[in-house]
Structure formats: C-alpha cells, structure tokens
T-cell receptor, first 116, second 115 residues
Framework: EADIYQTPRYLVIGTGKKITLECSQTMGHDKMYWYQQDPGMELHLIHYSYGVNSTEKGDLSSESTVSRIRTEHFPLTLESARPSHTSQYLC???????????????FGPGTRLTVT | AQKVTQAQTEISVVEKEDVTLDCVYETRDTTYYLFWYKQPPSGELVFLIRRNSFDEQNEISGRYSWNFQKSTSSFNFTITASQVVDSAVYFCALSEPGSARQLTFGSGTQLTVLP
C-alpha cells in the first residue's frame, strides 16, 4: 500500500497570497511528481524530481516552484496566488520498475485549491 | 512522440452491465509500459494495473479484465457486472522508459453506473 500524503486537502485563499502545498511519502521513492488537474480532466505534469536537490519543470508551464531537500518531502509553492491557479494539485511518487521505466506512480489524495 | 487516446469521454451503464473502456496508444519505443488508474469522486488516483510491452497475455482481477493487443496498439479495460462503486474517471497511461517524466496520460473516461 502506498503511503503518500498531501496537505491541506482543501484550501481557499485570496489573490496575492503565498501558499505552499505539502507532499510527503514514506516509501523511500527517489522520483516525485506534481500534476495539475481540473476536475475529471486530463492530468498535466508541472514539476518532477529525480531525487534530492534535483527538480525539473514538466510539460505544462506553471508559475509554481518546487524544492527537494529531503527524499520524502516535495513541497510546491505559489508566491502570489491568482484565480487562474484554481485547480486540483496531485503529488505522486514512483516505485523503481524492473527495467528502470516501468514502475507505477502512486498518488496522494490531492489538494483542491480555490483562489478568490 | 508518445500519445494516449481515450476516445470515450463519458459512458453510462446500468448496474450489472458489462462495460469496456478503450485505450489506444502511440509510441516509437519497443519497450514500454501501460497502466490504468481509477479516480473516484474523492479525487485520488488509484493504481489498477501495469502491463509491459512484452507480455500480451490478458489479465483478470475479479470483475476487472484487461485486453492488450500490440497489433492494434490498444489496451482496453472491461468491468464485468458493473456496480455503482465503479463510477469514476478512468485513465490509461503510457510510460517512457529511461525518462523521469515517465507517464503520458489519456484524457480519461467518465464512467457512471446507474442503480
């Protein structure tokens, strides 16, 4: 069973505020991911990490930033929230597959962000 | 470029009916992996199955079964005797071996099972 946690689960915040979405996993996975998803729609990769001190931008341009100081922790920060940031944010980590690419990703419960 | 197509945006069935969700993929890799995930209304994605490109055997897990056909680049998912709890969005995904980005997701199929 996957152990990956996200807090908060729901957040309503005003425009211009700085927010950090937390993601932690206890499985020792090296690779972690952040996705943005409108309800029931396609997932868009916004950030990923190979391991500690390694982060990369994903396919969808995002004004958010991430850090990876510890293996188990991969927080996402928005310096100045805007209504266009309203979405669900899903964090995932990956088990190493037998051939290096086949490990499935395990997802956290998500954070539903609303910026007013 | 990798691509996953789930042509069925929404499907509605009555409880106990069988339903098949289609997934067609494109890849130039000879080694790749396919996945199915379930996203219930609560929002989290639940991993259902992984299949590698060298294993074309169909798989059955309870009421779930998967049909992988390389000849048609398809990886379809069938739910037998559907239940209301099966209502969710289902995503098919394809992996990129050797890349940390790894997963390319389809756009998802919303399945509604009516009582």
């Amino acid at each position: 069973e996957a152990d990956i946690y996200q807090t908060p689960r729901y957040l309503v915040i005003g425009t211009g505020k700085k927010i950090t979405l937390e993601c932690s996993q206890t499985m020792g996975h090296d690779k972690m991911y952040w996705y943005q998803q409108d309800p029931g729609m396609e997932l868009h990769l916004i950030h990923y990490s190979y391991g500690v001190n390694s982060t990369e931008k994903g396919d969808l341009s995002s004004e958010s930033t991430v850090s990876r100081i510890r293996t188990e922790h991969f927080p996402l920060t928005l310096e100045s929230a805007r209504p266009s940031h309203t979405s669900q944010y899903l964090c995932a980590s990956r088990r190493q597959g037998l051939a290096g690419g086949g490990g499935e990703q395990y997802f956290g419960p998500g954070t539903r962000l609303t910026v007013t | 470029a990798q691509k996953v197509t789930q042509a069925q945006t929404e499907i509605s069935v009555v409880e106990k009916e069988d339903v098949t969700l289609d997934c067609v993929y494109e890849t130039r890799d000879t080694t790749y992996y396919l996945f199915w995930y379930k996203q219930p209304p609560s929002g989290e994605l639940v991993f259902l199955i992984r299949r590698n490109s060298f294993d074309e055997q169909n798989e059955i897990s309870g009421r779930y079964s998967w049909n992988f056909q390389k000849s048609t680049s398809s990886f379809n998912f069938t739910i037998t005797a559907s239940q209301v709890v099966d209502s969710a969005v289902y995503f098919c995904a394809l992996s990129e071996p050797g890349s940390a980005r790894q997963l390319t997701f389809g756009s998802g199929t919303q399945l509604t099972v009516l009582p």
